[in-house]
């Protein structure tokens, strides 16, 4: 716990300090899971059955619930160098869920980061009727509203450090993110950057030695049962595999 305290405005934070050799300091301050659960009179006048039943059975933090925690979490972090916000900003897709993030996100801070997880491209959470959508269209909704690209977005702070913030919100990267990390990669080795990688889900490094990640996290969640258990067990590893994680990872 004494990585843990408690800020003036009761927020909980972890610091972490990285001594990565660069003469100067840049702060980014990281959140996620704020999980926007809320539908809107467009969603009422829509009524699409995946959305009205996710409505109807998803109780947890219903109505907008997490809103004004999130607002005091997001306005503690707002000083940093940079925002990161690493995916489930949604709860299930539906209208008041992008009205929220548009209100209290984008344009209240428009130069934070945003990876995205599964809850932000889905409309079925609990419900009991299946979306009949397209992945690919849900991706598109998310991308029209979004302020920077949704599946690769890197930025420079201080001339010193990389931050990348890449989707791979259903356990895999994809074939359209390797140019860009490539690229991202080879500047940052010819120009000296640091890079900091972000991800909603966390990637298999490999190395078995790297086990019990979640042991401090069930401090603050009860039982972490549904988490990996370790990075080596993390996505990409096993029959988890692609051609693009593979890539990705080398």
């Given at each position: 716990?004494?990585h843990i305290y408690e800020a003036e405005n009761g927020v909980y934070v972890r610091d972490i300090v990285i001594d990565a050799g660069i003469g100067t300091e840049v702060t980014v301050g990281i959140v996620g899971?704020?999980?926007?659960?809320?539908?809107?009179?467009?969603?009422?006048?829509?009524?699409?059955?995946?959305?009205?039943?996710?409505?109807?059975?998803?109780?947890?933090?219903?109505?907008?619930?997490?809103?004004?925690?999130?607002?005091?979490?997001?306005?503690?972090?707002?000083?940093?160098?940079?925002?990161?916000?690493?995916?489930?900003?949604?709860?299930?897709?539906?209208?008041?869920?992008?009205?929220?993030?548009?209100?209290?996100?984008?344009?209240?801070?428009?130069?934070?980061?945003?990876?995205?997880?599964?809850?932000?491209?889905?409309?079925?959470?609990?419900?009991?009727?299946?979306?009949?959508?397209?992945?690919?269209?849900?991706?598109?909704?998310?991308?029209?509203?979004?302020?920077?690209?949704?599946?690769?977005?890197?930025?420079?702070?201080?001339?010193?450090?990389?931050?990348?913030?890449?989707?791979?919100?259903?356990?895999?990267?994809?074939?359209?993110?390797?140019?860009?990390?490539?690229?991202?990669?080879?500047?940052?080795?010819?120009?000296?950057?640091?890079?900091?990688?972000?991800?909603?889900?966390?990637?298999?490094?490999?190395?078995?030695?790297?086990?019990?990640?979640?042991?401090?996290?069930?401090?603050?969640v009860g039982d972490p049962s549904s988490y990996p258990k370790n990075f080596h067990s993390g996505v990409g590893c096993g029959d988890k595999g692609s051609e693009a994680n593979k890539t990705v990872y080398n």
């Amino acid at each position: 716990n004494h990585h843990i305290y408690e800020a003036e405005n009761g927020v909980y934070v972890r610091d972490i300090v990285i001594d990565a050799g660069i003469g100067t300091e840049v702060t980014v301050g990281i959140v996620g899971d704020l999980h926007y659960n809320y539908c809107n009179e467009q969603d009422f006048e829509e009524k699409n059955p995946a959305v009205m039943s996710s409505y109807e059975h998803r109780i947890w933090l219903a109505n907008a619930e997490s809103v004004p925690k999130a607002a005091l979490v997001l306005e503690s972090i707002s000083d940093c160098d940079q925002m990161v916000v690493v995916g489930d900003t949604i709860d299930y897709l539906t209208h008041g869920a992008i009205e929220l993030t548009k209100r209290e996100i984008f344009e209240k801070y428009p130069n934070v980061l945003i990876t995205i997880g599964g809850h932000d491209v889905t409309r079925r959470m609990q419900g009991k009727i299946d979306d009949d959508s397209t992945l690919e269209s849900r991706f598109e909704i998310l991308q029209s509203f979004w302020v920077h690209d949704i599946f690769y977005t890197s930025k420079l702070l201080k001339d010193k450090v990389l931050c990348i913030v890449m989707s791979n919100c259903h356990g895999t990267f994809t074939e359209n993110q390797i140019e860009p990390l490539k690229r991202d990669i080879e500047l940052a080795r010819e120009k000296g950057y640091k890079v900091l990688f972000f991800f909603h889900e966390p990637i298999c490094t490999y190395n078995p030695k790297e086990i019990e990640v979640t042991k401090e996290m069930a401090l603050l969640v009860g039982d972490p049962s549904s988490y990996p258990k370790n990075f080596h067990s993390g996505v990409g590893c096993g029959d988890k595999g692609s051609e693009a994680n593979k890539t990705v990872y080398n």
